[in-house]
């Protein structure tokens, strides 16, 4: 995308709200929650189709799933926003060196999975609905993933899981929200329009979703792995949420970024689960 265009769709925005508030509210609440990326290419539904491909639905979305059958204990990998399942390929050979039973999901509006919107409470209903289907003891989510990941085991009953890893995780749901409108430039009256509109859609303010807080009553022993080079997601969100965990590690790392993807990491998560 050009660097131009995310302003100029503001300027729209902000223009509409000067008519209709609610209507300027909606469409930047579209937009901010339609992923552009994360689609399957050919190779990765290539991959993909290494695995026993299973759809779930939940309300009016038809949830992808992945199952590479193993003896050993069930994994349930959850990825980020504007990625798909093929992320976790790495982790994924690792973990069936160890004879794992592996399961991954699409998002809604990612990979496989059918939609036009995506949002971290969404995606924990539908994560509940796979490990009702899987029941997996161990969690591991990347990202909003993981954000999503903490959101499903405090608002649903998850007993299956017994261990949860989390990966590059952001914390507060209005930090991400602020990033979006500053880079749009919404007016202040489009910034006031989408705190009513999700009020009304949410029950709750923005403020109200935090991963850090949502992770207070979580006991299971947890892994947050957050990389200090990260230009994403701040590494201060990592320790929030690990000081919020009741019994939590947190591992440190330098230079491999917001992806996470290295051998080192691997071996942390495994040591992690395999404990």
């Known amino acids: 995308m050009k660097a131009y265009i995310p302003k100029l769709i503001g300027r729209i925005i902000n223009f509409i709200s000067l008519f209709s508030s609610k209507t300027a509210a909606r469409l930047a609440m579209a937009l901010f929650s339609k992923p552009f990326k994360g689609k399957l290419k050919l190779e990765e539904r290539h991959y993909l189709e290494t695995a026993t491909q299973t759809q779930i639905a939940t309300n009016n979305t038809k949830i992808s799933t992945y199952h590479w059958e193993g003896a050993g204990t069930t994994v349930l990998l959850v990825h980020g926003w504007e990625s798909n399942s093929y992320r976790w390929k790495e982790l994924i050979q690792h973990l069936q060196l160890k004879n794992y039973n592996i399961v991954a999901l699409d ?17 924990a209903k539908c994560i509940d609905k796979v490990a009702k289907h899987y029941h997996p003891e161990i969690i591991i989510g990347h990202s909003v993933g993981g954000m999503a990941s903490v959101f499903a085991l405090k608002n649903y009953n998850m007993a299956c899981v017994k261990k949860m890893v989390l990966l590059g995780a952001p914390d507060r749901f209005i930090d991400l929200l602020n990033t979006y409108q500053t880079m749009l430039g919404y007016s202040q009256k489009t910034k006031t329009a989408i705190r009513a509109f999700i009020l009304q859609k949410f029950k709750y303010l923005p403020e109200h979703f935090s991963t850090a807080s949502f992770s207070t009553n979580i006991a299971v022993p947890s892994l947050v792995i957050h990389d200090k080079k990260d230009r994403i997601i701040p590494f201060k969100d990592g320790i929030s949420i690990h000081k919020a965990l009741k019994n939590s590690k947190f591992i440190s790392t330098k230079g491999y970024g917001h992806r996470l993807k290295a051998d080192e990491v ?5 040591n992690f689960i395999n404990v």
């Not at 998002?107 to 995606?123: S, V």
């Not at 691997?266 to 495994?270: E, K, P, R, T």
Request: glycine share 10%.
């Open 107 to 123: 998002a809604p509006a990612h990979g496989a999975t059918n939609g036009h919107e995506f949002n971290a409470i969404y995606y």
């Open 266 to 270: 691997y071996a942390h998560i495994l």
